[in-house]
């Protein structure tokens, strides 16, 4: 009897230590698919839709000067276009009239310090634009010749109303984008870069500063910092906009 009741006992003992051990195993694999799963991939076409589809038909619709502009300096159309793609879904006709009135006098007259700004369908800022002309005329073929020199502009307000006149043109705003591929294509090693890293550490340079170091661009690359609304709402990495226009368009 005694041998009966120790039996039972160990019997029982051994289906309670299974049982935890089976619970414990189960916890432990709900922890690591809970901390360790992937992120669902964000479908930009769909969660931008509208905006999307806006920025689309507008390649769709001056694909033919576009083209014709990145041909005449050997740069590839998909890779150029997806590092301004995110501009071109951000940008809002309404909301750069309503934006920038004002700030146009302002920067015209005062300057970047005191009004600096996005403007037109590829949302160049005067000061990126100013860069962009700064490096250009210190650099040799083609980049010194796209850009009319400071020196040949009478005052600081009809140099500065050149730049805006040029960021409110699509054909003469997409110069600053073309210079800035060759500028980045001569200031950082990126010839053996596969085209996704290529497109993702551009992108970001083109919407942070291409003046920056190659390692401060790419420590941004993953930073939140897109958005379409014009008030504060969720935000993504625009080096991902951009590759997902690439890897799908």
């Not at 051990?21 to 698919?33: D, G, N, R």
């Not at 992120?39 to 905006?51: K, N, T, W």
């Not at 083609?142 to 600081?156: A, H, I, V």
């Not at 500065?160 to 500028?183: G, K, M, Q, T």
Request: hydrophobic fraction near 40%; charged fraction near 25%; charge should be positive.
């Amino acid at each position: 009897m005694q041998d009966s009741l120790v039996s039972c006992t160990q019997s029982d003992r051994a289906v309670t230590v299974k049982k935890n051990a089976v619970s414990i195993l189960l916890m432990l694999l709900f922890s690591f698919l809970a901390g360790t799963a992937p992120a669902q991939p964000v479908d930009y076409a769909r969660l931008f839709a509208g905006d999307w589809e806006k920025a689309k038909a507008f390649l769709n619709e001056n694909d033919t000067w576009i083209k014709a502009s990145m041909s005449k300096y050997n740069l590839p159309y998909d890779e150029t276009v997806a590092i301004v793609f995110p501009e071109l879904v951000r940008y809002s006709a309404i909301r750069d009239k309503m934006e920038i009135t004002l700030l146009k006098s302002l920067y015209r007259n005062l300057g970047e310090d005191y009004a600096d700004f996005s403007v037109g369908v590829f949302q160049v800022k005067p000061s990126f634009a100013e860069r962009i002309r700064l490096v250009s005329a210190a650099s040799g073929k083609p980049l010194k010749s796209m850009f009319r020199r400071r020196s040949g502009f009478s005052s600081d307000h009809e140099y500065r109303s050149a730049i805006i006149s040029d960021l409110e043109s699509p054909e003469a705003e997409f110069r600053y984008i073309i210079a800035f591929c060759i500028i980045c294509s001569k200031q950082f090693n990126l010839g053996k870069t596969d085209a996704s890293e290529k497109i993702r550490f551009l992108a970001t340079a083109y919407n942070t500063g291409f003046w920056k170091s190659e390692a401060d661009i790419k420590k941004m690359e993953e930073k939140k910092y897109f958005t379409t609304k014009l008030f504060k709402s969720e935000t993504y990495p625009y080096a991902d906009v951009a590759l997902f226009w690439y890897e799908n368009h």
